[in-house]
């Protein structure tokens, strides 16, 4: 079982930043990777970045170059740093536990929280 706690989200305007945290606990061998999804409201969940346990990384093309995610093992935490936000960025940020290799096998998620950017 993997519990996860996402912290960070919150108002922000066009061109700033922000990041969010996801703390986990508890252990699952085959979700030992860790993923950023988003839901803007009206459309489907979507993959915007994840993270497997050598630190490499994929970033979805819609945040390439703006977004980043990392991890702290220490910490068992994964963050999301988001720069230079867009009004298109609001969303409910969610992370996620899933099998690595793939944005589909999420065994956990997160509350989620929730970011919005004006312009």
């Known amino acids: 079982q993997v519990h996860l706690v996402e912290s960070g989200g919150g108002s922000v305007q066009a061109g700033g930043s922000r990041r969010l945290s996801c703390a986990a606990s508890?252990?699952?061998?085959?979700?030992?990777?860790r993923a950023w999804f988003r839901q803007a409201p009206g459309k489907e969940r979507e993959g915007v970045a994840r993270i497997n346990t050598y630190g490499y990384t994929v970033i979805a093309d819609s945040v390439q170059g703006r977004f980043t995610i990392s991890q702290d093992n220490s910490k068992n935490t994964v963050y999301l740093q988001m720069n230079n936000l867009r009004p298109e960025d609001t969303a409910i940020y969610y992370c996620?536990?899933?099998?690595?290799?793939?944005?589909?096998?999420?065994?956990?998620w997160g509350q989620g929280t929730q970011v919005t950017v004006s312009s």
């Open positions: 508890g252990y699952s061998r085959t979700s030992n990777c």
């Open positions: 996620a536990a899933l099998v690595c290799g793939g944005w589909s096998q999420v065994n956990y």
